[in-house]
């Protein structure tokens, strides 16, 4: 059984469709353990405790540094002994120490098809103003593994969706959430649970 970890900053609709997934049988063999904000304020945090859940947040403003805001972070992860940690719109950079502790077992979900808008600064509603602003005509979401670099880790699955004329970034991030994002997120949780990916020179290799 794969015992997930997901890290989360806001709404939370993402670790929603994990709990829905893994509650219609969609994801087997894992279970969510524990679910880590680094915002007291956010939805997702209700979400977990609605399903009994253990939730906590580990917050930046509490500590007197950024070292030692990451190493409280990395204890709490280590505390639930973490196969998997799922990145679910966590807007903080993962610290260097926190990589190195789980490589290979760290995955985000972003809202662009990588390699376009993404990298530092490309978060939330920028990603979806960018592939506005440059009129790209097919944006979509990408879940990949989390290496020392920014959205720059080996790809596992990734979803098209098509930009209408009248989009606002508003309207194209929850279309996006919607067709791509809460769609490859539950799926890619599951390949891993069933070991069903792997990293191979760099690149993911999916088993059928
Ligand atoms: C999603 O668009 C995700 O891709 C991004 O932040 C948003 C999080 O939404 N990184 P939610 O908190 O899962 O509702």
């Known amino acids: ?27 087997t063999n894992a279970k969510i353990s524990a679910v880590i904000s680094n915002n007291r304020d956010a939805y997702a945090l209700t979400r977990a405790k609605n399903h009994g859940i253990e939730s906590c947040c580990v917050s930046p403003k509490d500590f007197a540094s950024r070292d030692k805001f990451n190493a409280a972070l990395l204890e709490k992860l280590n505390y639930y002994h973490p196969d998997l940690i799922v990145l679910a719109g966590f807007l903080v950079v993962l610290p260097e120490s926190l990589v190195n502790a789980y490589q290979g ?11 376009s808008f993404c990298g530092k600064g490309y978060y939330g509603l920028k990603v979806h103003e960018a592939a506005l602003s440059r009129g790209v005509k097919v944006t979509g979401a990408t879940v990949h593994f989390v290496d020392e670099g920014t959205d720059s880790g080996p790809i596992i ?52």
């Not at 077992?105 to 390699?115: A, D, F, R, T, V």
């Not at 769609?183 to 191979?200: C, E, G």
């Open 105 to 115: 077992k760290i995955i985000n979900i972003h809202p662009s098809l990588i390699p």
């Open 1 to 27: 059984m794969l015992n997930i970890a997901v890290c989360v900053s806001g709404g939370g609709t993402n670790l929603q469709a994990i709990i829905d997934a893994i509650d219609a049988g969609k994801i």
């Open 157 to 208: 699955l990734q979803k098209a969706v098509c930009i209408e004329p009248d989009d606002t970034p508003e309207i194209l991030q929850r279309r996006v959430m919607e067709q791509a994002e809460w769609v490859i997120l539950p799926q890619a949780i599951d390949l891993i649970a069933n070991n069903k990916v792997s990293i191979v020179d760099g690149r993911t290799v999916i088993a059928q």
